[in-house]
């Protein structure tokens, strides 16, 4: 009943519903090709709307009946759902329909993975579970009866009975039916118990299949940390008797805050040691909070529509930053998050699939899952927090939660918290939610008489649909220094509101140096760089670790960009001297030491070069980083060995921020050592590892120079039976090919007999690992791009969800040449004229060419 033309659906047509649930009772009689689901939902019309048509939503049910207040009727189905005669008082619906998750691929509403029954409902999918009005702006209070014979029997909210065969649990929280979740099968559960600010009693477990049950550990950690630090820092604590997880190896995205029921792709939440690198344990534990944080941010407060989004994914995300940072330090935390803006959503704002914050058109809300909703809507909230200081921000959360709980709200309830509790006019500032683009600042500066004036001018290119852009309300941190380093201006928040704007500074003894944009305080480019010595300066003495490690960048880039355009070549002397003087400087953080070794990828290379209004080569980018990686191995020579000899741990492992850091700086330096010495070091490293973190860097460091092959195949070995680590041994093996192979080495595994492409997690840990590859994909006869383009083909007809997701793969289009640019084309008609493709792929493929 679907496959009706797809529809371009707009902010500005948003009606209330004109029907409202009291309650809703499930009954699940679970089997593989044949579910039925019972709804009894109790409705009552929307005093606040005028009266409509009554309308449910439904996609792939098979109608056993309907009744209305018990007396049987026959709905007229339409393409998307149906419409019913009903009263115009509150009356009863009742329904019985069947369902086959076990033919479910698409991953969406309810599915099978390895046996065990699971949901995923956001944005759209409950309404392949029954009729029902799919939208966030309903919510009911849901009791739901499972009847199966698998052992583990889980709903939403709190157990109420079970039995032989059932099992009943309630949610007394209402909520949006995107929330709802049902698990049923061969479960094993990780337990532990929390106890809540107001002394009650939670019930936590993780549950997996039995194998996994010692990958359980360091989650349970994650999420009791996510607790306590929720209620510490916000005041909110968990609101039912239980919470649960669960792990499910076949899911398109990360994870799913379901109330009281969050459902976690596997490789989102189990981890251990000898498993899982330092990376995999700080996403599983950044997870766990962000999902657990929707509690509040998402759950108690929801969006009225899905164009809000934002609400709730900016929002959690940025707390789950703060968590983070908290936890681990802000300083490394913060170049990690700017890391993120700076290589995707910068990247996604400058080509074809830039959109606002919140979006005002969609045709399919999955696409707009995007780093920009999540990512760039962090941002925004970091910038709320840095206009109004840490009090205000307080205050205006504090009057969200507690003017919105319970409802669906919008970013303009949003703002309105912000302006009641503090008074700022954010009039200007709410265009940033609705302005796509990356804005570009330019900086000049003078001095005269004691006098230090700064004049900033802001500019956001055109972006599809919006050619004329206004100027944005932009909070600019700013610090003043004087020529040994020390602060004559400590941070400051300058607000940028005009188009240009000058800035003064009055009594100075002499001309300072500017340290301009403290801790990423905006998502912008400062497009006007200093001099080099500038740089250099505050690469050795800027008090904000953040500017630290971006003058060294800058710098970094500009060396490279140099050899680019020359075509190779070894570094100056200046960036040479930096990086040995950082990378031996005991006092800093051996994280922040790794990402100043860090080379700008090549991404981040290619994006300079077309804005510069340059053509970049990919090949050529490849070669010329790689020069320099083997020119710094040279130069640095002396200090490698002993460098990486101190990063050696000798105590046990944990899986911390100070061992992560050692380990990161230990295996960036076990890069350069292996450019010079066979890989010697490398294979012994992966020799003797315990944990993988080393281990697979060692793997890494040894593709990386040739000389992987036996590494590979004992890797394959010891880990055939582990889903999770065979995604790493896959993707590893094309990331680190050398640009001429890479494309053959992603062909030749797909062949390979563990390469199960209905999994997403497979199917990315293959075409995601080659698109992120820039050399290889790109390779000149389009080889890369036909590859791509025939497996998204193959998986669109069955999971479309994720191969929409992986089509922006070829965001890259506009950058390249022109014979780069027409293979890509030829690729993306391919896909666009595909028989009954789904609208999912169909509206990415067209933004893409247009
Ligand atoms: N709300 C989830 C999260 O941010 C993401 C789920 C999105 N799923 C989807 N199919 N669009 O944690
Ligand atoms: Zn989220």
Redo the contacts with the bound molecule.
């Keep these: 009943m679907k496959d009706a033309a797809p529809q371009t659906i707009y902010l500005a047509d948003y009606m209330a519903p004109g029907w409202l649930v009291e309650s809703v009772h499930l009954t699940f009689r679970l089997a593989p090709q044949a579910t039925r689901v019972l709804s009894r939902i109790a409705f009552r019309p929307n005093p606040d709307s005028p009266r409509q048509p009554f309308f449910l939503h439904g996609e792939d049910l098979r109608l056993i009946a309907a009744s209305i207040d018990g007396t049987p009727v026959t709905p007229q189905l339409t393409a998307t759902g149906l419409t019913c005669d009903v009263p115009d008082a509150p009356f009863v619906w009742e329904a019985e329909v069947e369902i086959a998750p076990a033919d479910n691929t698409v991953l ?1 509403g309810l599915y099978m993975s390895n046996g065990m029954y699971c949901t ?1 409902c ?2 759209e999918g409950f309404r392949k579970i029954t009729y029902y009005p799919d939208r966030p702006d309903v919510m009911g209070v849901y009791t739901v009866r499972i009847e199966s014979d698998l052992p583990v029997l889980l709903s939403n909210g709190n157990p109420v009975a079970s039995g032989d065969g059932w099992a009943e649990w309630h949610d007394p929280w209402p909520k949006p039916s995107y929330l709802f979740a049902l698990v049923a099968g061969d479960l094993v559960a990780h337990h532990d118990t929390f106890t809540t600010m107001d002394d009650r009693t939670v019930d936590l477990n993780i549950w997996v299949r039995a194998p996994d049950l010692d990958k359980c550990g360091f989650g349970m950690g994650a999420l009791k940390r996510a607790m306590i630090w929720d209620e510490q820092t916000y005041g909110r604590a968990y609101d039912l008797d239980v919470f649960n997880i669960v792990a499910v190896d076949d899911f ?6 379901n109330k009281g029921l969050n459902i976690f792709n596997s490789s989102a939440v189990l981890a251990n040691q000898a498993t899982s690198t330092d990376a995999d344990f700080q996403r599983v534990e950044a997870i766990i909070a ?2 657990y944080f ?1 509690n509040w941010t998402g759950n108690r407060i929801t969006c009225r529509d899905w164009f809000q989004l934002c609400l709730k ?1 900016g929002l959690t995300v940025f707390r789950d930053q703060s968590f983070t940072g908290d936890l681990h330090g802000h300083a490394v935390k913060r170049i990690e998050d700017a890391l993120v803006m700076r290589n995707r959503q910068f990247q996604e704002d400058a080509g074809p699939l830039s959109h606002p914050v919140r979006p005002d058109s969609f045709v399919e809300i ?1 696409n707009f ?1 995007t780093v920009t909703v999540y990512e760039k809507g962090a941002e925004l909230v970091g910038m709320l927090k840095r206009l109004v200081g840490d009090d205000g921000y307080r205050a205006a959360l504090d009057l969200y939660f507690d003017r919105h709980d319970g409802q669906a709200a919008t970013i303009e309830d949003w703002l309105a918290c912000f302006t009641d509790a503090t008074g700022r006019d954010l009039t200007q500032f709410k265009r940033w939610y609705e302005q796509a683009g990356t804005p570009r600042l330019t900086v000049r500066d003078d001095f005269k008489d004691g006098t230090y004036s700064l004049h900033i001018a802001q500019e956001t290119p055109p972006t599809p649909g919006q050619p004329e852009k206004l100027p944005l309300h932009i909070p600019v941190a700013l610090g003043l220094l004087d020529d040994t380093g020390a602060e004559v201006l400590p941070t400051t928040m300058l607000e940028l509101t005009g188009a240009s704007q000058t800035f003064t500074f009055d009594n100075l003894a002499a001309r300072p140096i500017p340290s301009i944009l403290r801790g990423f305080s905006a998502p912008v480019i400062v497009a006007s760089t200093p001099p080099a010595g500038e740089r250099a300066f505050l690469l050795a003495h800027d008090t904000d670790p953040f500017n630290r490690w971006d003058a060294g960048r800058s710098l970094a880039r500009d060396m490279l960009l140099d050899l680019i355009r020359q075509d190779g070549g070894a570094p100056d002397a200046g960036y040479l001297d930096g990086l040995r003087a950082t990378l031996t400087d005991s006092g800093l953080d051996p994280a922040f030491r790794a990402l100043v070794a860090q080379l700008p990828s090549e991404t981040d290379l290619a994006i300079a070069l077309a804005a510069a209004g340059e053509t970049p080569d990919p090949l050529q980018i490849h070669r010329v980083r790689q020069d320099v990686r083997r020119h710094t191995a040279e130069a640095l020579s002396d200090i490698l060995p002993r460098l990486y000899a101190d990063m050696q741990i000798q105590s046990p492992f944990a899986p911390d921020a100070l061992q992560g850091g050692q380990r990161a700086l230990g295996n960036a330096i076990l890069m350069l050592l292996s450019e010079r010495d066979g890989g010697a070091a490398a294979q012994a490293q992966f020799d003797g590892a315990d944990n993988m973190t080393q281990q697979l860097a060692a793997l890494g460091a040894l593709l990386h120079i040739g000389k992987g092959e036996d590494a590979a195949a004992r890797f394959h070995d010891q880990w055939q039976d582990d889903r999770l680590v065979l995604n790493k041994w896959f993707g590893i093996q094309i990331t680190m090919a050398a640009p001429e192979e890479a494309v053959d080495t992603a062909a030749r595994l797909t062949r390979h007999s563990d390469f199960l492409w209905k999994n997403p997690n497979r199917f990315r840990s293959v075409m995601g690992a080659l698109s992120a590859h820039p050399a290889g994909f790109h390779r000149a006869d389009g080889a890369g791009y036909a590859l791509l383009a025939d497996w998204l083909i193959r998986l669109d007809p069955l999971n479309p ?1 994720t191969t929409a997701r992986m089509v922006a793969g070829f965001d890259g289009l506009r950058r390249y040449d022109a014979d780069r640019q027409a293979l890509i084309r030829r690729e993306l008609r391919r896909i666009a004229d595909t028989q009954g493709l789904s609208p999912d792929t169909t509206e990415m493929v067209t933004r893409l060419l247009q």
């Design positions: 969406e995923q956001e944005a398109n995205m990360g994870a799913m805050e962000h999902e929707h994914e999955n899952y969800q």
